[in-house]
């Protein structure tokens, strides 16, 4: 007998038949999705579709019932190592930003790396410094969050999730919060990042956004995924009447 | 502190024209002998009731928290703890858990074959820590509870564990919402620490008492202890505010 190999999954985040209640309200129906490493998924849909509560799923934000949910191989159950191991592989920047408004710019860049890394503080720094200057922003760093402008705002969220060195981001809405001047800012980053290779998974209605960036897109509705595929099927043709009506909404404005 | 002296002057004034009127303000009059030792006998609880109330109320800031958290539980088995408890406590009496924290604790202890004597002094401190710390644990949970989801999410995605999240994100905002309550507390348990005299601590009120039975002067006595009690709780609000100022000017610092 040989020894068995076992092959090392290439995906970056695999979600099989995952399936998720509040209650008695079937919110996510058999979810399955693969991100390959490097790779950039847009998910979009209505409002109420669960794109939020998938991607709340990927760092056990929220927890699924069924299904299975790996992140860089190792499966997400409820043993809080797998939970740990998986959210420091995984780093989130939400739509409110959630900056902590009692530390300045700086602390909220290197808590994470000081208490749940164990680096020493001019490491931290240093490292808080290099991200900041990647979201054009070094000179915020003695500043709260409460005087920045929005845009600022997400671009330190940006690079606080950044400190913690992760494979894999996960963006949910991270301009729907932004007045429109700024929302062109933060999408210059997250295409930089997009270029540097990072995997990505994004919930967006910036559909400008996923023409550039996307290797996948993924439509939502009603807790199923309705349909996904490769940005030019996507938006040249898209096969179920609701993501065409989905499509012509979004884009009509 | 202005007050203070606006309501001691007439005391001050009818103390002098004691010989000609019913009144008896000379028991209290610090220029004759007599009058000064009954002062001082009298001002002398004043050691008791302090040290009574801040080791009680750093026990029930301490307990309360450890009660609250389990009460902010996801797991409805922590949240039953923390909602017996409080409910409990809170629905007792304090002179009732007094008398049993004195009289009855010392035979639980003698029957665990434990050698714990309460005298008055823990009796009483650690009746007033058990009752407060019921209200002292709902209080930390309204702060707590005050603070957006986002920021424990936040936290967790950085890596935190749950003690991090609580001490470094949590915490040191939600204590703006829970000092101010708290310090209610404190005044509370100042003004509960009376109730020490029942089972024979030298305290304030205690000390009233005897004299009282001694001098049969209890209007001109009384008026004195309660003088005594509106002193501490102005010292307490007045280190509040204070408290609050500084805290105050670091949040926008
Ligand atoms: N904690 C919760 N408890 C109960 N129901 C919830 C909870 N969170 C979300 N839901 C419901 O689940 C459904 C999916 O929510 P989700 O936030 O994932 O949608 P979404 O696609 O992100 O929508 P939006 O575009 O508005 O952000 C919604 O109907 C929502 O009301
Ligand atoms: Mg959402």
Redesign the interface.
Known sequence: MSAQIQPRSTQAIELKGVNKWFGTFHVLKNIDLSVGLGEKVVICGPSGSGKSTVVRCI???EEHQEGTIRVDGVELTNDPKSV?AI??E???V?Q?F?????LTVLENLT??PI???GMTRSEAEARAMHYLERVHIPEQARK?PGQLSGGQQQRV?IA??L??EPKVLLFDEPTSALDPEMISEVLDVMVTLAEEGMTMVVVTHEMGFARKVADQMVFMDAGEIVEQGSPEEFFGAPRSPRCQKFLSQILQH | MKKLLLLALPILALSGCSSSSTWGWYVINPMTPGGWINIKFLISGMGDTILISVIAAVLSIVVGLVVALPGLSKKRGWRLVNRVYVEFIRSIPLLPMLFWVFYGLPIIFREMGLNIPIDPFWGAVITLALSDSAFTAEIYRAGIQSIAKGQTEAAQTIGLNYLQTMRYVILPQAIRRILPPLANQFIYIVKMSAFASVIGMQELTRRANELVVTEYRPLEIYTLLILEYLVLVLIISAGVRWLERRMGSDERG
């Open positions: 760092n056990r934000l740990a959210r420091s995984v780093g989130m939400f409110q959630n900056l902590f408004p009692h808590l994470g208490k749940a890394r709260r969220a606080r999730s400190c913690m």
